[in-house]
């Protein structure tokens, strides 16, 4: 997918970015970047060396605070994915088959 600035300036899409401090400055540990809700593109990368913390699901949790809702989609083989979404307060809505025929579990949250 091509992400150009529109994207980002539409309703329903938010970038963040998680930074830590470390003794030669800022680092960026991690991001989300979400469009159309999550059902665009909903996107969390946390680097290697801080994963295992929360980061994740604190990135998703700050996404559903400001968007109000989220959805997103998580290969039912990416375990650490789906523990990253329930412990952000995401649900499971439904299931579906992606492209090449893995299962994905649909996962939500709306306030």
């Not at 300036?9 to 470390?22: D, E, Q, T, V």
């Not at 699901?57 to 998580?74: A, D, E, N, P, T």
């Not at 990416?78 to 090449?100: D, E, H, I, N, Y």
Request: include cysteine; proline fraction near 5%.
């Amino acid at each position: 997918m091509k992400l150009t600035p529109r994207h980002l300036h539409s309703p329903g899409s938010l970038l963040l970015l998680a930074k830590i401090k470390a003794e030669d400055g800022p680092r960026l540990a991690g991001f989300s970047c979400v469009t159309d809700y999550g059902r665009g593109l909903s996107l969390v990368v946390v680097h290697p060396l801080y994963r295992g913390r929360g980061l994740g699901s604190k990135l998703l949790g700050r996404q559903i605070s400001v968007l109000g809702k989220l959805s997103c989609r998580v290969p039912l083989s990416s375990v650490s994915g789906l523990q990253m979404c329930f412990r952000a307060g995401l649900t499971a809505g439904g299931m579906v088959k992606a492209p090449g025929g893995r299962s994905e579990l649909i996962l939500e949250e709306r306030r």
